[in-house]
Nanobody, 123 residues
């Protein structure tokens, strides 16, 4: 069982930066691939980024490539999403998720989800 709690969301101006954190409970965090997803108002949830259990592989949606960076610290049982050059279209609730399989963009492979943190980017 893994419990995930996101933090670090907030209101930022376009061009600014935020760093999201996702803290996990449970002793087997290092076994999980981790992903970040987001859901904007009126839209379906979409993949943002994912990282393998040891951080050796990272995946990004085209819309955030070059602006966002995913990382993890297994000793701290945490995964992070550094978001730079934020745009108004990045406004959404951001969720972290955990999977025991290879972390990819498909939501259905993720076993555990956090409650989300709101990111609002003003123009």
């Amino acid at each position: 069982q893994v419990r995930l709690v996101e933090s670090g969301g907030g209101l930022v101006q376009a061009g600014g930066s935020l760093r999201l954190s996702c803290a996990a409970s449970g002793r087997t965090f290092s076994s999980y691939g981790m992903g970040w997803f987001r859901q904007a108002p009126g839209k379906e949830r979409e993949f943002v980024a994912a990282i393998s259990w040891n951080g050796g592989s990272k995946y990004y949606a085209d819309s955030v490539k070059g602006r966002f960076t995913i990382s993890r610290d297994n000793a701290q049982k945490s995964v992070y999403l550094q978001m730079n050059s934020l745009k108004p279209e990045d406004t959404a609730v951001y969720y972290c998720a955990a999977t025991l399989t290879r972390p990819v963009a498909t939501e259905s492979i993720y076993n555990y989800w956090g409650q989300g943190t709101q990111v609002t980017v003003s123009s």
